[in-house]
Nanobody
Framework: QVHLVESGGGLVQAGGSLRLSCAAS????????MAWFRQAPGKEREFVAG????????NYRDFVEGRFTISRDDAKNTVYLQMNSLRPEDTAVYYC???????????????????WGQGTQVTVSS
């Protein structure tokens, strides 16, 4: 099991930027698919971006394509989400998630992820 802790959330004006971090402890996540999800009040949790461990591929939902970037530093056991050109509709709690070690494929359904962080609030004002 991987213990995940997110940080970096906060309040930002529309058009601004934030960088979220997700630090893993317990063991290395070098062989885990890592992803960011978000959940706005009254809405379902949704996939934002994911990073494969085996081939370096990244996946993004279309509503963040070109604005958000996921990256990982396996040596630091940390995955990041750089968020630029933020919009009020990006306001949500952002969660870091990990698939079981060794599994491949970035999945957009939260059902495929085994470990979750506690979330960090991102609020974008207009």
């Amino acid at each position: 099991q991987v213990h995940l802790v997110e940080s970096g959330g906060g309040l930002v004006q529309a058009g601004g930027s934030l960088r979220l971090s997700c630090a893993a402890s317990g063991r290395t996540f070098s062989r885990n698919v890592m992803a960011w999800f978000r959940q706005a009040p009254g809405k379902e949790r949704e996939f934002v971006a994911g990073s494969a461990w085996n081939d370096g591929r990244t996946n993004y939902r279309d509503f963040v394509e070109g604005r958000f970037t996921i990256s990982r530093d396996d040596a630091k056991n940390t995955v990041y989400l750089q968020m630029n050109s933020l919009r009020p509709e990006d306001t949500a709690v952002y969660y870091c998630a990990a698939r079981k070690e060794g599994l491949v494929g970035v999945k957009v359904s939260s059902l495929f992820y085994d470990d979750w962080g506690q979330g960090t609030q991102v609020t974008v004002s207009s």
